[in-house]
């Protein structure tokens, strides 16, 4: 029988769905020094991790021995045992996140269905959904393919190489090359196993769009029912063309999925299996809408997508800069922004309310940006969890740093709903209103 291990993340194990054994807290710590959090996470559209993060850990014992779960939801089995992590604010805030800052339609009723297996195989196959008609819209995904022949005739090119060895036996055949284009390729085989898998989890009629119901049977004709999952090194090996190369995205997404890694798979004692979600991306994401609908006009660059960066450090020699600052959110021009906003998926609570870490991130993003003129407003968006009260850092702001013209700095919580969110957005960064203490800029 499978024991399901329950925790919330933010948080610690859910009252209610038993206490941990002995045995239990040896699986956890077994389970937590193998894994890597960043081979199971549901990539999401538009969302790239920041150059030189890692991935933080699915759960950390804390100093009391106790476990409390981080920025993750999911599931993960390892032998007869699965650990689920819900989200402490619910599957309708989770979804509604999801629709708002990914642009999906995610169906209400999966939420509640089954809890976070079936949460998450929705966002999955919305973004696969979404990805695979963006990539169709000018064909199928025909990959040319090296085949090689031997025959009395030249097919295509003349393979040298391959004729010495025919010749020197003798044989009046010779070796060519053609190079076709093919839909029966790994990516192709890679997107057909990927929908039997989603189809199973799922498991509702209507869910793949018009669009896909129209391409699978013409996939399934190229490469039959049960094709073969491609190794990752066959995919890498993929060479696009312009025309195809949104491709590439579908079958790395596809071939995460087809994997089957999620607690429906099977798993040995020694190896684990599952998918997560992260939060804290999620929670990016919909601040990044949130700000957009509430700043109409002016530009928002979001950093972890954007292209160019500063950095703290400057070598007088000329060596390369070093501390390379990638803010989450910028509002207005960047070079004079009206306000660095960072997303913290995290407690904003006394007696500790902002970390040390983040604290200097903080600091750094004003150090960067500001100048003379510019005194732009550094925030730390923290979600209003329920049931949270004030905390010292948010109730004393603005904070001022020490060196002049170094900007402001706030820690705030924001509704988790779209409205309120945009509202508060709104009276946070009126327009027109540079971040010089409020005053209007001149």
């Known amino acids: 029988m499978t024991r399901r291990i329950v925790f919330q993340d933010l948080g610690g194990q859910v009252p209610g769905t038993g206490r941990l054994r002995n045995d ?26 920041k150059h030189d993060d890692q991935a933080e850990p699915v759960l950390t014992r804390q100093t009391d021995g106790t476990w409390r779960a981080g920025r993750y939801i999911g599931e993960i089995r390892r032998g007869d045992r699965i650990l689920e992590i819900r989200p402490r604010l619910g599957f309708p805030v989770i979804s509604a996140w999801a629709s708002a ?68 036996k003798r044989s009046p ?79 790395d997404l596809s071939w995460m999925i087809a994997k089957n890694r999620g607690p429906h798979g099977d798993s040995s004692a020694d190896s684990h299996d599952g998918v997560l979600l992260d939060v804290a991306e999620l929670w990016e994401l919909f601040l990044l809408h949130c700000i957009r609908g509430a700043v109409q006009g002016r530009h928002v660059t979001h950093g972890t997508t954007a292209e160019t960066s500063s950095h703290l450090l400057h070598s007088a020699s000329g060596a390369r800069p070093m501390g390379r600052l990638l803010p989450d ?54 979600p209003l969890l ?8 948010e109730a004393g702001g603005p904070w001022s740093l020490q060196w002049d013209a170094g900007g402001t700095a706030e820690f705030l919580r924001l509704p988790i709903d779209e409205v309120a969110c945009i509202a508060r957005f709104t009276e946070i960064l009126p327009a027109g209103v540079h971040a010089d203490f409020g005053q209007s800029r001149r």
């Open 101 to 168: 800052a990914l642009n999906l339609k995610i169906v209400p009723r999966a939420a509640g269905k089954n809890g976070v297996s079936f949460l998450i195989a929705e966002l999955q196959a919305a973004a696969w959904r979404r990805a695979l008609v963006d990539a169709s819209r000018h064909g199928m995904p025909a990959i040319r393919t090296t085949r090689r022949h031997e025959g009395p005739t030249v097919r295509g090119r003349l393979d040298v190489v391959g004729t010495l060895p025919l010749r020197m």
């Open 329 to 382: 959110f910028i509002v207005g021009d960047l070079a004079q922004p009206d306000a660095i906003i960072d997303a913290k998926y995290k407690r904003l609570a006394d007696p500790f309310p902002v970390n040390r870490e983040d604290l200097y991130q903080l600091t750094s993003y004003l150090a960067s940006y500001s100048g003379r003129v510019v005194r732009p407003r550094g925030i730390l968006a923290y």
């Open 386 to 393: 329920p049931e949270s009260a004030m905390s010292s850092a």
């Open 173 to 251: 055949n010779l070796a060519s090359i053609t190079q076709p284009k093919v839909v029966d390729n790994p990516v192709t085989r890679a997107i057909v196993l990927a929908d039997r898998v989603l189809n199973a989890r799922i498991q509702r009629a209507g869910w793949r769009g018009a669009r896909i119901e129209e391409l699978i049977p013409h996939f399934r004709a190229e490469t039959g029912p049960r094709p073969v999952l491609p190794s990752r090194r066959e995919l890498r090996s993929v060479r696009y063309t312009p025309i195809t190369l949104p491709y590439k995205a579908v079958a």
């Open 24 to 49: 239990d807290d040896k699986w956890l710590a077994a389970l937590v020094a193998e894994l890597d959090a960043s081979t199971l996470v549901v990539p999401m559209k538009s969302s790239f991790a």
